[in-house]
């Protein structure tokens, strides 16, 4: 007899609620959760062929060992003291900087990814720390940390209320959304318009976001700090600038004025290739509403003037008096999360505080760039990476120069991948260690709860039990913290997750402002439910968190003014939750609870020295003359930009036949006028090369882009030996971004330039 399971869904940042069909241990059928508190029964493709993702028959099922050069299946025990033997004795004797970590992004969608990490960073030590985030959202996280103190700082658009939506860079459409944890996005938006609410998109595409909206703009990529610096201008200069609250809470407000004086609508008009009078339009537009939110995503991101585009996207939310506020755009909190703190001073954010050995690149965020790994491999010296421990990536195919990195991996002295699949990575490794199958993982969205647009909290058990020759991911991440500390066999997997709960408990009890100050911490943690370590820290963060139970304690004694402790919603009021939260309690929800929508939370959120925002620091005030530089450049006559698929993420989809073929496809798109003057035809052959080389790709003629803009998406490229995706290799794609030589890098971030750079085109007969 089938029966169903819940499942959220791990596939992108929407987390949909999944109803599993199940047959046996098999996942037979998905559809959306009617009663997921959150996302209400919408589903997308992908969520869809999670069953054909979880059964496919490429997914490694044993751990892998280099041995006489090949990959073997081995045992569990044979992995892991694979990695004992080599690790330890790799940092005895060349340091702890000769260790490199390489996350990927799927680890923001697993709790072993967001649980295990960081102690694998500490036990390692190392400060050769890169992620996808380099490739992607790292230049908000620049601009949350100079303007609010903390880089998690990231104010959402409160889609459902807001009167205006201004989006640069985005296709919700088709990527479902990002640093905005929406389900349904679609729906959304065009909920926004159907309440006579306004979406202006701005992208060089006109995109499957773009025809909901009410205007389109398509600007010139790369463009966008300037477009939106001449829209804050703009306010400044009509005097439509109305902060509102914000003017007591905000440094800096009165010198912006000077610093933007050069980015009028007309001097950036011909840099963008719009009109004055259009820019000028749109920031009176954005004023005249009663709320508005700006979101600025990957093609705002991804780009030369990345963290100056972050960064203006907030200006002007606090210039319209939109940040913080419900309609505009606010900041969550997530049940997960720390309990918020009194407003006041904080550490600050600062970059740079390090720097890579080989280029000095900064570090932002404890992380340098990923366009930096091959060199940092390849470099001869002190502190040269040897060995590498890569997790849930691929960044052969997702950064730049694919081919470099190739070869660096393979000169390796030891490289462990947690990986589910054989691809154009993880073949490099020593020891492979995959993970389960999503349906026998459990789920919780430590990360996507902290982006949501409404508060709310969801927890599923594996759909299926694990199968006997698995291990959970999460003890796989233990064992790897065990493995290369040295303690392999001496030490149990629960050891790391219990080690983790006392260190929280010590300091909790110690805390004088916490309310479980002066209490036993063992007896706290006698206290804890759940029946493994990982759901033991949920329970720790849950009863910790925001709407926690405190177990039992009451609330901070300390709240102060400005704080938003979360008290109102979740402890004590009938949300669902009683007298507080506890993984217990969220068990007996298995929809999830709803802790309703987004409240203002500043000052609380601030940790900037100041206590206040810092709507000009330095680091900003330094890239300006830059953005200044940008408005006389010559505009390159082609450039590149990628695109997303419904049916794609990133490199590890195109195994699945469910998801791949039809419009999925890795062509070219180029604009019906470029074609005609290059003397490209539809379907024929194109030679594109840029800065790391060129590459055969099909031309698709389309007036979707702009003229002067190609499109090819990412993620392809799947023609490598030695892996081991049999579906994805038929059909394997070109890899963009082996046409990037990994030098063009936001500065500030350390962010790859993937969209907007320059690139010339001949057709091939
Ligand atoms: N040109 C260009 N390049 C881009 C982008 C772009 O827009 N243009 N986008 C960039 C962005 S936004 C991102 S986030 C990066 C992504 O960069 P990566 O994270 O390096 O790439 P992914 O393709 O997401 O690879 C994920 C890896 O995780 C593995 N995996 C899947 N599920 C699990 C799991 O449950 N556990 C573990 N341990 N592993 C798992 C997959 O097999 C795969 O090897 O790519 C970037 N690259
Ligand atoms: N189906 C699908 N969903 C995904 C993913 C996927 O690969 N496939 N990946 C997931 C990941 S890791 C992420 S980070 C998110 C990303 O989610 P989104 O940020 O929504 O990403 P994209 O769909 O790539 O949209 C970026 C848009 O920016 C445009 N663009 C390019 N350059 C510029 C520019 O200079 N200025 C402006 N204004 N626009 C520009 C592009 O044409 C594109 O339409 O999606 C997630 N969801
Ligand atoms: S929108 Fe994202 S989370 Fe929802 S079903 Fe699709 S892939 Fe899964
Ligand atoms: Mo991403």
Same mark, same amino acid.
């Given at each position: 007899m089938p029966r169903t399971a819940l499942r959220i869904c791990p596939l992108c940042e929407a987390t949909c609620g999944l109803t599993l069909t199940i047959e046996g241990t098999g996942v037979t059928g998905a559809r959306g959760d009617r009663e997921d508190v959150f996302s209400r029964g919408f589903i997308c493709p992908k969520g869809a062929a999670f069953g054909a993702l979880d059964a496919d028959p490429d997914r490694l099922r044993t751990p892998l060992v280099r041995r006489d050069g090949r990959l073997q299946e081995a045992t569990w025990e044979e992995a892991f003291e694979a990695i004992a033997a080599a690790v330890p004795a790799l940092v005895n004797a060349y340091g702890a900087q000769s260790v490199g970590v390489v996350l990927g992004n799927p680890n923001v969608h697993t709790m072993a990814g967001n649980l295990y990490p960081s102690l694998l960073l500490k036990a390692l030590g190392t400060r050769n720390f890169f992620t996808a985030s380099t490739l992607d959202q790292m230049p908000k996280h620049v601009s949350s940390g100079l303007l609010f103190g903390d880089p998690f700082a990231i104010p959402v658009p409160d889609l459902d209320r807001t009167d205006f939506l201004l989006l640069l860079g985005a296709n919700p459409v088709e990527s479902n959304g990002s640093l905005c944890t929406a389900p349904d996005f679609p729906g959304r938006l065009k909920a926004l318009r159907a309440r006579g609410g306004t979406l202006v998109v701005v992208d060089p595409r006109r995109t499957r976001t773009a025809k909901l909206a009410d205007l389109h703009l398509a600007p010139r990529p790369g463009s966008d700090a300037l477009l939106l610096a001449a829209l804050a201008h703009t306010l400044l200069a009509e005097k439509l600038a109305a902060p509102g609250a914000l003017e007591e809470q905000t440094e800096g407000l009165g010198e912006l004025a000077g610093a933007l004086a050069s980015f009028t609508p007309e001097a950036v008009a011909p840099a963008c290739d719009l009109t004055a009078a259009e820019i000028r339009d749109l920031a009176r537009a954005l004023a005249a509403v009663p709320t508005a939110a700006v979101y600025g995503r990957i093609g705002s991101c991804t780009v030369e003037y990345g963290t100056l585009a972050s960064w203006l996207v907030d200006v002007l939310n606090i210039l319209t008096g939109n940040l913080d506020r419900p309609g505009g755009v606010l900041f969550p909190l997530p049940a997960a999360g720390p309990r918020p703190r009194p407003a006041g001073p904080g550490k600050g954010f600062t970059l740079g505080r390090w720097r890579s050995r080989v280029s000095g690149h900064p570090e932002a965020k404890s992380e340098l760039p990923i366009a930096a790994l091959a060199e940092e491999i390849e470099t001869p010296g002190e502190g040269r990476i040897r060995a590498l421990v890569a997790i849930a990536a691929n960044p052969v195919l997702s950064a730049p120069d694919g081919r470099r990195l190739d070869a660096a991996l393979a000169g390796l002295d030891f490289m462990v991948s947690i990986d589910p699949y054989l691809n154009e990575t993880s073949r490099h490794a020593h020891v492979v260690l995959p993970p389960p199958p999503p349906s026998q993982s459990a789920h919780h969205d430590f990360a996507f709860n902290g982006f949501a647009i409404r508060n709310q909290v969801r927890y599923s058990r594996p759909a299926v039990p694990l199968e006997a020759d698995r291990l959970d991911e999460c003890e796989i991440h233990a064992r790897l913290v065990l493995a290369v500390s040295g303690m392999h066999g001496s030490a149990a997997p629960s050891s790391v997750d219990e080690m983790v709960i006392q260190g929280t408990l010590a300091k909790e009890t110690a805390?004088?402002?916490?309310?479980?100050? !002066?209490?036993d911490p063992a007896r706290l943690a006698g206290l804890l439910t759940g029946e493994s370590g990982p759901e033991r820290r949920l329970d720790l963060m849950l009863r910790l968190?925001?709407? !926690?139970?405190r177990f039992g304690a009451g609330s901070a004694p300390e709240a102060g003014p400005g704080e938003d402790t979360g008290a109102g919603v979740g402890v004590g009021t009938g949300v669902g939750v009683g007298e507080g939260l506890s993984l217990e309690r969220l068990l007996a929800h298995p929809h999830g609870i709803d802790l309703g929508p987004l409240r203002p939370r500043l000052p609380g959120v601030l940790r900037t020295r100041s206590g206040r925002i810092e709507l000009l620091p330095d680091p900003i005030t330094a890239e300006l003359p830059r953005l200044r530089a940008a408005l006389a450049d010559r505009p390159a006559s082609l450039v590149l930009v990628g695109r997303r698929h419904l049916r794609s993420n990133n490199s590890w989809l195109h195994n699945v036949p469910a998801l791949t073929g039809g419009s999925n496809r890795c062509t070219l798109q180029v604009n019906p006028q470029d074609a005609g003057r290059l003397g490209l035809t539809e379907g024929g052959l194109a030679r594109i090369t840029a800065d790391g080389g060129s590459l055969e790709v099909p031309v698709e003629v389309t007036d979707t882009v702009r003229t002067g803009v190609v499109s090819l998406p990412h993620g392809w490229g799947h023609d490598r030996d030695g892996a081991r995706l049999s579906v994805a290799s038929a059909v394997p794609g070109a890899n963009v971004n082996q046409l990037l030589d990994g030098s063009r890098l936001d500065p500030l971030s350390g962010t790859a330039v993937l969209n907007g750079f320059p690139v010339e085109l001949t057709p091939l007969p």
């Open positions: 805390d004088p402002r916490s309310p479980l100050h !002066g209490q968190g925001p709407y !926690g139970d």
